[in-house]
């Protein structure tokens, strides 16, 4: 039998072998740290402003309120700041046929209530709290929502509302096309 083992092949075996044994040797486990750095800058506060259904109604010669309905709209602070803010809400005196005469006397808007939810991506726990319904006295704005500070941060998204928008139309106001604009505005808290 060792005429068929010639010394390099016993050589080879040795070898083969003492690397056997390594392969089933425990190996302590090695780890290595890296940081990751970077700059986070930061972004704005914004909002959008919903749609507002068109509304109609006869004139009755007494006031009466028609509804409107308030399609979604959004909310974002990406200022990184934790902070919070104020969202208002303001409306133009209203005209009609262009006229704000035409308007008639003691008119109103009010929204109704519309809550908040994390828009997909954020995992922020809480968001902004709506106001209880905001009555807008005509041309000055009236807060519909908020974040106290360490809230809010991210996107949000406000639901739509069926009826969202009460407007008031006084019993001496004119036939005609009715125009008031609304104007959302997030704001830093002070």
Do not use: C
Not at 69 to 90: C, E, L, P
Not at 112 to 118: H, R
């Amino acid at each position: 039998m060792s005429k068929f083992l010639s010394p390099r092949v016993t050589r080879v075996a040795a070898g083969l072998a003492a690397i056997s044994a390594f392969a089933v040797a425990p190996m302590a486990a090695q780890a290595a740290d890296t940081d990751a750095n970077g700059t986070l800058s930061a972004g704005a506060l914004t909002n959008s402003a919903p749609s507002i259904g068109s509304l109609s109604t006869t004139l009755t010669g007494v006031a009466q309120t028609v509804n409107a309905n308030v399609g979604g709209w959004t909310v974002t602070d990406a200022r990184g700041s934790n902070a919070g803010y104020n969202i208002t809400v303001a409306a133009t005196a209203p005209t009609v046929g262009g006229a704000t005469a035409g308007a008639g006397t003691g008119g109103s808007l009010t929204l109704a209530k519309s809550g908040a939810t994390a828009a997909a991506g954020n995992l922020a726990a809480t968001g902004p709290v709506a106001s209880s319904g905001a009555t807008m006295v005509l041309g000055a704005a009236a807060s519909i929502a908020g974040a106290v500070a360490t809230t809010g941060q991210g996107a949000w998204d406000f639901a739509s509302a069926t009826s969202g928008l009460a407007v008031v139309i006084p019993g001496n106001a004119s036939a005609g096309a009715y125009s008031s604009t609304l104007t959302y505005t997030a704001s830093p808290l002070a």
